[in-house]
């Protein structure tokens, strides 16, 4: 049998392939519920409440079928998804298999990452997606929903499933608090009509919460020194795609086999800016010699996040409401304050931002960063989708392979 970090990684190197979807959830949608007024969004945001589910996707012997939903952006609620009984994938895009049809209809100013995900959609790279659901956690994500709003009313040939906006705001007012947690009302409410069945959120966010837990586990390993696990290996831990029951399990047996990982004595960097939805930085940056032990975007560390816990769509609402801080979300000083913690708690030597073109954020942050840090900071600025320049490291701060 692998070891438990093995099966993480091999889940991890098909991310975003065509989804191998287990049977036995009975998701046809019966459009009378869906047109529900009570459950419709306004029309400014939401898509064909008649539209159904492909009832010819992952059916099983006695027709039942597990409904599979693609998601974008880190404001979604996956709880929400857990609850429902759909099977969610976070949609990633690839830096190496170019963004044409994506730049057509999203233009080259979007984040290259939105552009790469739109095209992959279009071409059917995620395999038959019965929705799309997109959060509204930065610019790219929600020009990226328009579009699949737009594409899917005037270009039908598309295909594309109907895409939903789920629009999370993060402005510290209880006017704010009152609005997230009608949008997280509405969503649950869809999903329900969507499946035709109660959520069982009480279950998804206990299991949610226990893999949050093991999560930041796992990420004391990579935050030893000298660090158990590289930053490579915690991406394919912390992103591979599973139900989260079956996550829950290997990373238990991850922190049962703690023992037999190797150690990784490079220099320690943090690195701050832009999501990384593939490893290709990650392998970049370590193949230098260093070891990245903290990050702070939605696919490391912040993915982890406090626990929900009790409390229904008002635990969850008030969650999502808090969480970050990302560069497109936060004051500049909220992210400083919050480099200087992190840096501290992993250990880090060096801190490293990096920011993408056309995802620019988080070079405005980086002065101010490096202000209230106490290592070295150097700034990868307008990187390229997926690849990092790394003269600037090498030169500043160089590192022994």
Known sequence: MPTALAALEEVYARRGARPAVSTGL???MDPAVSMDPAVSMDPAVSMDPAA???PAV??????????VV?????DVPVELLTAAGVHAVRLTGDPDSGSALGDRYLGRGVDPMARSVLTRLLAGSFGDLDRIVVSHDCEASLRLFYALRELRRVEPGTRLPEAYLVDILHLPHRTTARYNRRRIGE???RLEAWTGRPLDLAGAVA???????????VAELRRAVPARLTGRQFLAVANAALPVTEHIALLERLLAEAGRLGEHPGRRVFLSGSDHDTPHVYEAVESEGYVIVGEDHSFGDLFLGEPVGAGGLDALAEHYHHSGPTAHRATVGERAAHAARAVRDCRAELFVGYSRIGDEAPAW???AQRAALDVPAVLLERQEYGRADLAALRKEHPCAV
Not at 58 to 65: E, H, K, L, N, Y
Not at 70 to 74: E, I, L, R, T
């Open 207 to 217: 299991a949610h919460d226990e893999r949050r837990r093991l999560l930041t586990a």
């Open 26 to 28: 009975s998701a046809s």
């Open 365 to 367: 942050d980086f002065p």
């Open 52 to 54: 159904s589910m492909d």
């Open 187 to 189: 969503f649950a409410a």
């Open 70 to 74: 693609g998601y974008v952006g880190a």
């Open 58 to 67: 992952s059916t099983g012997p006695a027709g039942d079928r597990t409904p």
